[in-house]
């Protein structure tokens, strides 16, 4: 799902990738506007409030909706970054310190307890920085097939394949239109699944219910060590199978 990369992708990995990761923006989503009535998935709305803030003369108000698009660019330049740097020794890795520290970061948010007149700034500050980061390094290892932390793109995509259908009628035309509708529906439909989980979650366990994704995440990269470890272990038994045919 995470370490396959380019050429080696197909696209169960995506759907999978898609899927996953959707889900828990979904939940980082809801969780940033029921605690701190913040949008922490994207920076679209942030714009909005800026030129808002502006208007009113509300200028530090205005600075704060900076702060938070800083806050996201900085996570997708860390995490292009990191994969940069680790992808070059260890290929199959390189997406692990981003998500680890996806995970830190979401888990720092869910327990942080000390009060503070600009906690709710921060830990907005944080969670942004945690989704500009997913949503970087889902894009660089998709080849930006997928996007899992903001909508209005999808619906766009989706809006014009549907249209296409009309018009494509060729039967590999239709079968790339059809995987690609049902590829952003399953985004879509897992943002909203996400949200709808953590809404419920967050009337018990409030921010704690983003430790929902970091088991999310943690369930994740064990599946994919798990499986590269399968898969270099049958490797080397057909390597050591095929030296012994040789030899004999």
């Not at 390189?94 to 600009?118: M, T």
């Not at 995987?179 to 529906?185: E, V």
């Not at 996400?194 to 999310?216: N, Q």
Request: charge should be positive.
């Amino acid at each position: 799902m995470f370490r396959h990369r380019d050429k080696g992708r197909n696209y169960i990995h995506n759907v999978q990738l898609a899927a996953l990761l959707s889900i828990v923006a979904g939940i980082v989503n809801i969780v940033g506007v029921l605690s701190f009535k913040t949008l922490t998935t994207n920076v679209t709305g942030h714009f909005a409030f800026f030129s808002e803030e502006l208007y009113r003369n509300n200028y530090l108000f205005a600075l704060l909706s900076i702060l938070y698009v800083i806050s996201f660019l900085l996570g997708a330049f860390l995490a292009n970054t990191t994969m940069e740097l680790t992808s070059r020794g260890t290929a199959h890795f390189s997406y692990s310190i981003p998500i680890g520290i996806e995970i830190i970061l979401l888990a720092f948010v869910s327990l942080f307890n000390i009060p503070s007149s600009n906690t709710s700034v921060w830990l907005s500050c944080t969670l942004l920085l945690a989704m500009g980061l997913q949503n970087a390094l889902v894009t660089k290892i998709s080849g930006s097939v997928v996007r899992t932390t903001h909508l209005t793109g999808l619906f766009t995509d989706l809006g014009i394949e549907l249209s296409q259908t009309i018009f494509y009628k060729k039967v590999n035309e239709r079968k790339r239109l059809k995987r690609g509708i049902l590829l952003k529906i399953i985004i879509i439909a897992g943002f909203f699944l996400g949200g709808i989980m953590g809404a419920f979650i967050y009337g018990w366990f409030e921010r704690k219910t983003l430790l929902l994704p970091v088991i999310i995440l943690l369930v994740a990269l064990f599946y994919d060590r798990l499986l590269l470890g399968f898969y270099r272990l049958r490797r080397r038994q057909q390597d050591h199978s095929d030296r012994s045919t040789r030899n004999f």
